[in-house]
């Protein structure tokens, strides 16, 4: 009965599931790509194994950018 309700839910909402997943995907790839390039090994472990949907990843980026900013003044 777990499969059915699964499936019926998945056959509903698929393209949902997508977006997210590309969204997840676009973000986490950014995030780590700036972790790396800083040698941040840290954050670099923190996005490779958790699943935020790209939440934890954007506020990451955001900060960087701010602390790019503010050097730069």
Not at 20 to 25: A, D, G
Request: hydrophobic fraction near 60%; charged fraction near 15%.
């Amino acid at each position: 009965m777990n499969e059915q309700l699964f499936l019926s839910i998945f056959e509903q909402w698929w393209i949902v599931f997508v977006l997210v997943l590309i969204w997840s995907i676009i973000w986490k790839g950014m995030a780590l790509w700036h972790s790396a390039r800083r040698q941040q090994i840290g954050w670099f472990i923190v996005f490779l194994l958790v699943n935020t949907i790209g939440i934890l990843e954007i506020m990451y980026l955001f900060y960087i950018k701010i602390t790019k900013q503010s050097k730069k003044e």
